[in-house]
């Protein structure tokens, strides 16, 4: 069965339930970050094992700033340590490394982390991690709007010329569309999670929180995926 499965191309992940994950076991909500960081290099090698080609993780969205002080400061020395330290695995995967967000108001030290992994990741060419911090949706689509209309006001470009290849290649990554969409802890929401290259995204909502979202699970996932009929607007 599994030898037939169809792999999704492009899966996101939206990766939530770390607090309650860690409030379960009398945990601080660090520990349940911490092992969020641990479950997502499993996911990654296994999903690059599988034949996934693009893997999208929300790791911060640009309303994550609403949390206290010291959650963020915590997140962020994590992403800071992740990125520079522990990412060697990733790499000898031939991963390759890209960020989708704002930069601003993202510190120079996380700037530099996100900055360094990309460059040694630049040639890598099995998997791309296409990680989400300090991003939103809505965000992404004004900051196109921006950098198009800018375009158009400097004669580079025409309206006609506005496709959407054009669109596509002004969104923080040029990405194909999802196909398959994770939410882990049964949330059943977006949060402002990649709004316009889900158009099409099957949808999934596990139950699991995420630092249990190990490979059986993502397994379960795939064969969930594999159940969906995609129609895209037509009629099979
Ligand atoms: C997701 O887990 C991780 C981030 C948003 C950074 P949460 O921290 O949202 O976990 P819950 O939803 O409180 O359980
Ligand atoms: C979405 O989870 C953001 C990330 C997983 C990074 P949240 O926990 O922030 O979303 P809401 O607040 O429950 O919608
Ligand atoms: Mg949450």
Request: with cysteine; aromatic share 10%.
């Amino acid at each position: 069965m599994k030898e037939n499965l169809v792999i999704p191309n492009h899966v996101g992940i939206i990766m939530d339930g770390n607090g309650r994950w860690a409030e379960r076991r009398g945990l601080s909500r660090s520990a349940g970050h911490k092992e969020g960081a641990e479950t997502l290099k499993k996911i990654c090698l296994y999903a690059e094992s599988l034949g996934v080609k693009y893997l999208s993780i929300y790791a911060f969205s640009t309303e994550n700033f609403k949390r206290s002080k010291a959650e963020v400061d915590f997140l962020m020395n994590l992403f800071i340590e992740k990125f520079t330290k522990e990412f060697q695995e990733i790499i000898d995967h031939d991963v390759k490394v890209v960020f989708s967000g704002r930069r601003s108001p993202l510190s120079k030290k996380v700037l530099d982390a996100m900055d360094q992994l990309t460059r040694r990741t630049e040639n890598n060419t099995s998997l791309v991690l296409n990680i989400c911090l300090n991003y939103g949706g809505q965000i992404e689509i004004l900051d196109m709007v921006k950098k198009i209309s800018e375009q158009v006001l400097n004669h580079k470009i025409s309206l006609d010329d506005i496709t959407l290849d054009i669109v596509s290649s002004h969104l923080y990554q040029d990405l194909p569309p999802l196909d398959f969409i994770i939410r882990t802890s049964g949330e059943l929401r977006l949060s402002n999670f990649m709004l316009y290259q889900a158009s099409y995204a099957e949808l999934y909502f596990p139950k699991t929180l995420f630092p249990d979202f190990l490979e059986n699970e993502f397994m379960e996932a795939i064969v969930e995926f594999n159940k969906r009929i995609r129609k895209f607007g037509g009629n099979v």
